[in-house]
């Protein structure tokens, strides 16, 4: 998956280096950011930032990246920039730990409020559809679970 020689610190960050460059993009269902003026949906967002952090995975969408990672849960408060938080029953969202905003609660970053409709640029201004921060406590009653991706190469726990 990833060269565990590597720095996580340095990945985590290089991840998030990868968000800044989507922040304010527009959400487009099934949408990887390609080209760039063709908007990303959460797991595109997701896939760009892991890639960013030397993960080889092909394109996926947040219930396989849950399947894929879903042995690597850790606790919420346990949460690193990197982190994925996975929502809805079955998993339909995915969103990225970006920053600690203290012990107690992280900032994520995600392409949110859109969903299979938001197909334009256009339909995705309408609905306020982009990639941006929000706070975790954002849809938290449909939180399934925050995993460590870089804790796959260790078999999860």
Known sequence: MINMKWNVPKLREMMVEEINNHLGMAYNFGGFGEPIDHGLDCSGLAMRALWSAGFNLRDRTAYSLWMLFRECVIPRQEAEPGDLY?????????????????????????????????????????????????????????????????????GGK
Do not use: Q
């Open 86 to 154: 996975f929502y809805g029953r079955p998993v339909n969202h995915v969103m990225v730990c970006y920053r600690k905003w203290n012990d107690k609660y992280r900032m994520l970053a995600g392409a949110c409020s859109g969903n299979s409709s938001t197909k334009t640029l256009d339909e995705a201004w309408r609905r306020v559809a982009y990639v941006k921060i929000v706070r975790d406590t954002y849809w938290s009653n449909n939180l399934v679970g925050v995993v460590n991706p870089f804790k796959l190469n260790e």
